[in-house]
């Protein structure tokens, strides 16, 4: 069920008990629903960022390309897609990338499920090390990657920019 407005203009949503969050991998149809999630996710970065994040061109196609390469993790609640991340395998490591949770959804656990999930793929890969990506200016996301025991391990230059512009961040799988 949706959340619904209260009479003091409040939301009230249901309880997480009565309206369960799954976790599972992305179906082919839901890349048009993964790419307006991941958009709508990312749309409170507009104008935040220089450069501007490239998640906001996030397709219906660049998601079908990234289901071919990668794994897709959704988080769904009553078949609805509130969350995602992608999970690309390097030799040494596992990325996870565009996490997105839906807005109305967020502080509700399922960011830190989708990373729970994400670090599950990368053990069954056979790799212990998982890694993230985080804008500089993102304080609010470092924070939650580190809270989840990620630690900052290098700072990056987005092309044409002399400075650091985003954080790599890894966590050692036990």
Known sequence: MAPTSRKDGKVRKEPAESNPVSIG?????EAEAIAALIRRAFAQYRGR???EPSAL???TDSIRSVLETESVVVARRAGRVIGCVSVQQRPDIVFARRLAVEPGERGAG???ALVAEAEEVARRLGISRLGVET???LTENRAFFQALGFVERAQHCHAGFAYPTYVELQKTLI
């Open 25 to 29: 991998p992305a179906r082919a149809e």
């Open 57 to 59: 061109r996030e397709s």
């Open 49 to 51: 960022l220089q450069p």
């Open 135 to 137: 804008r500089l200016a």
């Open 110 to 112: 399922v960011g830190r």
